[in-house]
C-alpha cells in the first residue's frame, strides 16, 4: 500500500542561528527560511537617526528663535548644537560604510526614489549651512546689523529649511523598504520619529495588528518600543507635572530628569525600529502570504 | 544587443549543484563555510554575497508518480534560484551611488568599484537577494554574467547545467517556450505546474522566471512581490506632516514666550 506520510513541523535552529521548520510547502515555506535578508546596519545607524534628527530641530529652534528675538544666548547654544551635530552624523554615518573613502560617491549622482540620496544630499547640505550659522553668528556678535547679519539669516534659513527634512525623512528611509514591519508602518513613521508624538504612536502600534506588526510587539523590541514610549510621553508629563508643585529647589532637578527621559525615550524609538526590521525581515510569513502571519 | 533572460525549469532540474559550482568557478566567489542547516540536502541555505546560484531541494514524503518509479522513493523537487534581475528593480532604484545599473542585457548589474556598501539596496530588495560582504564592506550578487554576455557567451550556469533545466536566452522567446513547456507538461498530466513570473505585481515582471511543481511558496518564492519605491508617496507625505507639525510646535512655543 502506499501512503503519503504528512511531516510534523517542527522547528529548530541552524549554526547562524535561523529558524527551520522540518518541511517545504505552501503552508510553511521553505524550510522556514526567511525570503528577506536582515537590515545589515549597525548601530551607528540608529544613533545618526538620532543625533541627525536632534541638530535638525535644534536648528529650527535657532531659526524661530531668532525670528521672534528670543534669547541670544538660547539662539547661540542652538546654532552649535546644529553645528557639531552636522559633524557627528556623517562620521557616524561615514563609519557604518564598508569602504569609508567612498562615502563621496553618494555626491555622484542625485535620485529623488532614494531616499539614502535624498538624505546624503540634505545632510550635508545641512551641515555646511549650520556650521556657517554657528561661525558667522559668533562674528555677528562683534558687528551687530552689518552685512554678516545677513549671511547668518541667509545660512540660518537654509539650515532650518534642510533640518526640518533630516529630522523626518529617516522615516521614510526606514518605511520604504521591503521588510513588513517597516512598510506596513510606513505612513506613521516619519511622525514617529519627529519627536514629541512618540508615546501616542508607540500605542497605535499596539493597537494596530496587521501581520508586519507581530516584530514590532515580540521580544526585545517590543519592550524597547513600550520603554520608549513611557520615556518620551507619560514620564517627562509626570516629570514636569511634578515640579510644578515642589519647592523651586526641586524644580529645576524634575524638569532635567523630564528632559533627559524624553532624549533617552527617542533615542530608543529609533533602535527599536532598526532592531525590529531584523526580526521582520527573518519571518518569511508575510512576504510568503502564509495563513500563521494572520494571527 | 537583444534583453536576455533566464528560465530555471525545476522539472528537468537533478539537483547536481553543477550552477552553483559554475558561477562560484567563473565569478571567483569565496566559500560559505561549513554551516550544516539541518534540512534536507540542502547546506547552502539562501542566496548570499558569495552565493548566486542556489539548489533548492524540496523533500516531499512518498507521493505516487513523483520522483522514481518505486513506491519507496522520496519525491524530489530541485529548483535553482538567482537573482530575479526585475524590471523595476527595488535595489537599483534604492542605491544612492548610481552603482546599480541596467546593463544593455537587462540585467541588473552592481559596479564593484562605485558601491560604497551604504547596505540599502539589502533591505529594498523584495526578493532577499542582495547581501552585503562583511569583511569588504560591499554588496553582492548575481551579476548576470555581464562578462560573458558582452563576449557572447552564455552565463557560467546555464553554461554548466547538464540537463538543460536553465535555459538562457532572449527574453520573448524565453517566455514563449516557457508557456509551451507549461502546456506540454500539462498534457503530460503534471497538472500542479506553475510558470513564476510576477509580472502583475508592481516589480513588473522579472529576467529569471521559474517552473516549479506545486504552490511556488513552496522554494521561498513570494506571490506578490513589491518594489519599495510604492511606498515612497505615503512616506513622504507622512514626512511633510511631521515637518509641518514640528515647525507648528517650534512657532508655538516661541509664540508663547514672546507675549509674556
Not at chain 2, 19 to 38: R, Y
Not at chain 2, 80 to 108: M, Q, W, Y
Not at chain 2, 153 to 181: D, M, W
Amino acid at each position: 500500500m502506499l501512503r503519503i506520510e504528512s511531516k510534523q513541523i517542527e522547528s529548530k535552529q541552524t549554526e547562524s542561528g535561523q529558524k527551520v521548520t522540518a518541511g517545504a510547502s505552501g503552508q510553511t515555506g521553505y524550510y522556514g527560511m526567511p525570503v528577506l535578508k536582515r537590515p545589515q546596519w549597525t548601530v551607528e545607524v540608529p544613533l545618526y537617526f538620532f543625533v541627525g534628527g536632534l541638530s535638525g530641530a535644534a536648528s529650527l529652534i535657532a531659526a524661530v528663535g531668532r525670528m521672534s528675538s528670543a534669547d541670544a544666548q538660547l539662539i547661540r547654544h542652538a546654532r552649535w548644537m546644529a553645528a557639531i551635530g552636522g559633524i557627528i552624523s556623517p562620521a557616524l554615518l561615514i563609519a557604518d560604510l564598508g569602504v569609508p573613502s567612498r562615502f563621496l560617491n553618494m555626491l555622484h549622482v542625485f535620485k529623488i526614489q532614494s531616499p539614502m540620496s535624498v538624505g546624503s544630499w540634505t545632510l550635508v547640505a545641512f551641515s555646511n549651512s549650520a556650521a556657517a550659522t554657528a561661525v558667522l553668528g559668533e562674528f555677528e556678535k562683534r558687528r551687530p546689523n552689518s552685512a554678516v547679519s545677513v549671511l547668518t539669516d541667509a545660512s540660518q534659513i537654509v539650515s532650518a529649511l534642510t533640518g526640518l527634512v533630516l529630522s523626518t525623512y529617516t522615516g521614510v528611509l526606514i518605511g520604504a523598504t521591503a521588510i513588513p514591519a517597516r512598510n506596513e508602518h510606513v505612513s506613521t513613521l516619519p511622525i514617529h520619529f519627529a519627536a514629541a508624538l512618540e508615546t501616542a504612536m508607540g500605542a497605535s502600534i499596539e493597537l494596530k495588528s496587521s501581520p508586519g506588526t507581530k516584530a514590532l510587539r515580540s521580544s526585545v523590541s517590543g519592550w524597547a518600543m513600550r520603554a520608549a514610549g513611557l520615556l518620551s510621553g507619560p514620564l517627562p508629563l509626570a516629570l514636569r507635572l511634578l515640579s510644578l508643585r515642589k519647592s523651586n529647589t526641586r524644580e529645576r532637578g524634575l524638569r532635567r530628569a523630564a528632559a533627559i527621559s524624553s532624549v533617552a525615550g527617542s533615542l530608543l524609538t529609533r533602535w527599536a525600529w532598526v532592531h525590529a526590521g531584523k526580526v521582520s525581515a527573518d519571518d518569511n510569513s508575510v512576504p510568503l502570504r502564509l495563513r500563521s502571519s494572520i494571527e | 544587443m537583444s534583453v536576455t533572460a533566464f528560465l530555471t525549469d525545476s522539472t528537468l532540474c537533478i539537483g547536481c549543484k553543477a550552477c552553483e559550482v559554475a558561477c562560484k568557478e567563473w565569478n571567483q566567489l569565496p566559500s560559505d563555510g561549513f554551516d550544516w542547516k539541518g534540512f534536507s540536502y540542502d547546506n547552502t541555505g539562501q542566496l548570499g554575497h558569495s552565493t548566486w546560484r542556489h539548489v533548492k531541494f524540496v523533500e516531499g514524503g512518498v507521493i505516487p508518480g513523483q520522483g522514481g518509479n518505486s513506491p519507496e522513493n522520496f519525491s524530489w523537487g530541485f529548483s535553482s534560484d538567482v537573482c530575479k534581475h526585475c524590471e523595476n528593480a527595488g535595489c537599483l532604484e534604492a542605491c544612492p551611488t548610481g552603482a546599480i545599473v541596467r546593463t544593455e542585457f537587462g540585467g541588473v548589474y552592481i559596479q564593484p568599484d562605485v558601491c560604497n556598501g551604504c547596505a540599502y539596496c539589502v533591505v529594498t530588495c523584495p526578493f532577499g537577494v542582495v547581501e552585503r560582504n562583511r569583511a569588504d564592506g560591499r554588496a553582492f550578487k548575481c551579476t548576470f554574467c555581464y562578462d560573458r554576455q558582452k563576449e557572447g557567451l552564455q552565463p557560467a550556469c546555464a553554461t554548466a547545467c547538464p540537463t538543460e533545466s536553465i535555459k538562457f536566452g532572449e527574453i520573448g522567446e524565453l517566455r514563449q517556450s516557457a508557456n509551451q513547456r507549461l502546456a506540454k507538461l500539462q498534457d503530460d498530466g503534471f497538472t500542479d505546474v506553475h510558470l513564476y513570473d510576477p509580472q502583475e505585481s508592481s516589480v513588473g515582471g522579472i529576467h529569471a522566471f521559474f517552473i516549479v511543481r506545486g504552490d511556488p511558496k513552496t522554494y521561498n518564492l513570494p506571490p506578490q512581490p513589491e518594489v519599495p519605491t510604492t511606498y515612497l508617496r505615503k512616506g513622504w507625505i507622512s514626512a511633510g506632516i511631521a515637518a509641518g507639525l514640528m515647525l507648528a510646535g517650534t512657532l508655538f512655543a516661541f509664540g508663547k514666550g514672546s507675549l509674556r
